[in-house]
């Protein structure tokens, strides 16, 4: 009697241990999130200089990605060296002057894909050209291009609204003068008149 009593408390014991376990094991899991086929686009795919790209990247894994940049085309173009004509046939000579950059856009960095896998981030170029950007992460990669064209003509590339004055400075003297001269000779002729006058009386009583 009492030998049953003791394998029945155990069983109930038993039961009552495995409710708790069960219990955890019936709950839902969170999914695990497995990367699937990487994918990069670059938007706009045309842009002009000064403008930004924006970089989307899905299907990358949670972390670190890093973004390559791959260059092709001609960079800013300078003006030709040569010489220059005034408007009076004199020459000026001109040196060419290179646009530099605050800075430089980079070729490399990395971005942070979110748990999803996804990363958005914009990129300023520098120069003009043909922009390869590739990212990698692991055995994930892929690429997408991008086109940067010149900055409209006039625009500079330092956001100035005026163009450059060209030409002799000398138009504003010359005017002056001559304004100046005309007054002096009516002075010298209204001298002459009055002495004339008092030459002949005119006026005198």
């Known amino acids: 009697m009492r030998l049953s009593r003791i394998f029945m ?16 094991a ?3 899991q969170p999914p695990v999130y497995t990367p699937g086929e990487a994918s990069l ?7 002009r ?10 299907g990358f894994a949670a972390g670190p990605v890093t973004i390559n940049v791959t260059i092709s085309g001609n960079p800013n173009a300078a003006p030709a060296q040569g010489p220059a004509r005034r408007s009076d ?15 430089s856009a980079p070729t490399t960095f990395t971005v942070t894909a979110n748990a999803e896998g996804e990363f958005t981030v914009t ?8 922009h390869v950007f590739t990212a990698i992460q692991g055995t994930l990669e892929d690429s997408a291009t991008g086109i940067v064209l010149p900055q409209r003509p006039g625009r500079p590339p330092h956001g100035g609204g005026h163009l450059p004055v060209t030409g002799d400075s000398i138009g504003t003297p010359l005017k002056l003068g001559g304004g100046l001269a005309g007054a002096g000779a009516v ?5 002459l008149a ?12």
Do not use: C
């Not at 039961?15 to 708790?20: G, S």
């Not at 686009?41 to 842009?47: L, R, S």
């Not at 002075?187 to 001298?191: E, G, K, P, R, T």
């Open 9 to 24: 408390a155990l069983t109930v014991g038993l039961a009552v241990a495995a409710v708790p376990t069960a219990a955890g």
């Open 26 to 28: 019936a709950q839902p």
């Open 41 to 47: 686009t670059v938007t706009p795919t045309t842009i």
């Open 49 to 58: 200089l000064g403008e930004t790209f924006t970089l989307r990247g899905e």
């Open 89 to 103: 046939g004199s020459a000026v000579a001109m040196t060419a002057v290179a646009y530099q950059q605050p800075q």
């Open 123 to 130: 990129y300023r170029p520098s120069r003009t050209g043909r």
């Open 187 to 191: 002075l010298v002729l209204l001298s």
């Open 194 to 205: 009055w002495r004339r006058r008092g030459r002949f009386g005119i006026g005198s009583r």
